[in-house]
């Protein structure tokens, strides 16, 4: 149905979108991207009774403010059902989606280890030898960090860079959609800092199995999420993927690949907001 992009007003007639309480006006959304290349009106100016208005509950933030418009004067609020998208929540989750943890128990574990913010966005990660001495663990426990598995990334041919996957997620309700994969080489200097190397789009089903397609959905409908985008890490040990962080309110960079890059990764999520929103309001 896609083989070309459309406007929304080719496909469900003239909407805008309306930001709910939104921290910042940021060029960085990719959201705003999204909109331009769609000729959708986005705006930040709260709410009203409007028709044809597309509202979205976004709050760049770890823990999300419950808002009185949320289930209430709105019939639907798009990632109005996120309360939380810590470390702890997303580490949970992805336990119950995937059968298997993140999360390690620092002074029984044997290896290496990861502590980490129970913020998002903090970039703080730093790698340690389990089990930790309990000093050192009260210490950090002070300092609100989490501790999750060492996952290995390594680059197979290459030593010096690091794989990551930041992939976004539409999700239905029913199903989700994953309209590409950004597949990030990171130098080992920047494992935990979001600086690309390099950075190409893949499509979803060149890395990662069917079943890790179906628990990916099952992870981000757990966290009650209809919009976002997911860190994912692969271990080159065990071929396991772990995912790692989730953002709802997405952001884009020209960090690793060309403008030209840049335009077709917006492109192709252009078409997933499509897919996902004719299936959304219908």
Known sequence: MYNSLHTYDDVMGPFSIQLLYPMSESNVYT?????KELQIPISYDGYGERKNVIYWNWQDRTEKVKSEV?????????????TSISK????????????????????EYQGRIISKSVQNATHDGKIWKAPLD??????????????QRYIDTTHRTDPSLRVHYRVPVFN?????????????????????DPKNYRTLIKNKRRI????????IG??????????????ILRDVSSSR??????????????????????????????????????????
């Open 241 to 282: 993927i772990y995912i790692v962080d989730l953002n709802d309110t997405p952001t884009q960079t020209h960090l690793g690949y060309s403008q030209k890059e840049f335009q077709r990764g917006i492109r192709l999520q252009s078409r997933g907001f499509l897919r996902w929103l004719t299936a959304f309001v219908k």
């Open 134 to 147: 309990i000093s050192t663990f009260e210490r950090l426990v002070n300092q609100n960090q989490v501790f």
């Open 88 to 107: 702890l929540q997303v580490m949970q989750k992805f336990h119950q989606a995937f059968g298997y943890s993140l999360q390690i128990d620092p002074l």
């Open 70 to 82: 949320v289930g209430t004067e709105l019939e639907y609020v798009v990632n109005g059902r996120i």
């Open 218 to 231: 099952k992870f981000v409908q757990l966290m009650r999420a209809d919009y976002c985008e997911l860190d």
């Open 208 to 215: 990662f199995g069917e079943d890790e397609i179906l628990k």
């Open 31 to 35: 959201i705003k991207h999204i909109a």
């Open 172 to 192: 239905t309700g029913r199903k989700v959609i994953i309209p590409l994969v950004y597949l990030a080489y990171v130098k080992k200097q920047h494992h935990f």
